[in-house]
């Protein structure tokens, strides 16, 4: 069964940085392209992602990024955040929260709980994987 997932940016960008064709982010990355997964976006969403793929600090080729971006698109499932007075640590990452709960059947993947409010559809890669696909 396909998942839908919400991926926080800090997991792409990790997925994109890695060595490691085993870690977590990138099997998460991975399952987007075998059609496993269901990325769960917004507007707001994909502005960050390509905001933030495209920072100098990261050197990812422009081309790499662009073609990334695009195939993300066409695989996703683009819907509208809802709103929560629900308070969080960083408000950046108030998207990705509402977006999740947007969707009953969306898991919100990020790799800093912290940031987030204790929830069972909030994990880290590497529960989601050990949890869904293991």
Known sequence: ????VVID???IVSSLLSSNENSAT???ISMIFTGNIIPVVTDDILKEYEEV????KFSFPEEAVSTFLYELKRRAFITKPVCSLIPLPDDKDRPFFETML????AILVTGNL???PVHERIM???TFIDFFIA
């Open 1 to 4: 069964m396909r998942k839908k």
């Open 9 to 11: 940016t800090n997991v």
């Open 26 to 28: 990138v099997r998460i």
């Open 53 to 56: 793929l495209r920072r100098k």
């Open 102 to 105: 947007a969707d009953d059947e």
């Open 114 to 116: 912290k940031h987030f």
């Open 124 to 126: 880290t890669a590497r």
